[in-house]
């Protein structure tokens, strides 16, 4: 069974970098344009893994997490932070949220297949 992840990101060029990375790996990928558009698409959908920017408008990825894990259905869903933050402080208010992982942009294409691959067990 093929894996939907949904990528959460402001930016076009990183989203369809993210689809064709992730796409080539044999998932099954949906965009969202910033957090607000995230939570939509997860209350309409069902996704097995989340990768998200941090900054984004309208709402960003801590708000968004702290928002799906509230949801029933996405409380142990991975969620995978693609960003450009690295401050330690950050990082811990993203695992708080309940984040999984963290990888900062700009990242290799074979780095996020294989965190996909390890944090969805396929």
């Keep these: 069974m093929t894996a939907n992840i949904l990528t959460v990101d402001d930016s076009a060029s990183i989203r369809m970098t993210t689809r064709i990375a992730l ?3 044999g998932y099954k990928v949906t965009e969202a344009v910033d957090g607000a558009d995230g939570l939509q698409k997860m209350k309409s959908g069902s996704f097995d893994l989340i ?5 984004m408008p309208n709402m960003d990825g801590l708000t968004m997490i702290r928002s799906l894990r509230q949801m029933p259905a996405y409380m142990g869903t991975p969620v ?6 690295s401050d330690g402080d950050i990082k811990q208010q993203a695992k708080a949220a309940g984040a999984t992982g963290w990888l900062t942009k700009p990242f290799d294409a074979e780095n996020l297949t294989k965190i996909a691959r390890k944090v ?3």
């Design 23 to 25: 796409t080539n790996a």
């Design 51 to 55: 990768v998200t920017d941090l900054n």
């Design 80 to 85: 995978i932070f693609l960003t450009t933050e």
């Design 120 to 122: 969805l067990g396929r």
